[in-house]
């Protein structure tokens, strides 16, 4: 499979939600990072490479990461 990357800042917003998730309700934050992880291996079969620039929930506002490189 091919290699990924985070941003820095997406890296710790994937940290930040998982424990923000797992305080609201045990175990959620770990089914979060399952899901992203599983996301990230079903995007990781396209040869392109890939670097995932923002973790964000729905209540962020949209675009918020564009400047981000």
């Known amino acids: 499979m091919i290699a990924y990357a985070f941003h820095p800042d997406a890296q710790a917003e994937f940290e930040y939600s998982a424990l923000f998730y ?9 089914s979060f990072a399952a899901e992203v992880e599983r996301t ?13 620039v923002a973790i964000a929930h729905q209540r962020r ?9």
């Open 22 to 30: 797992e305080s609201q309700v045990a175990g959620l934050g770990r």
């Open 61 to 69: 506002r949209p675009g918020y990461w564009r400047r981000r490189k």
């Open 40 to 52: 990230i291996s079903l995007v990781r079969e396209f040869p392109e490479g890939i670097l995932i």
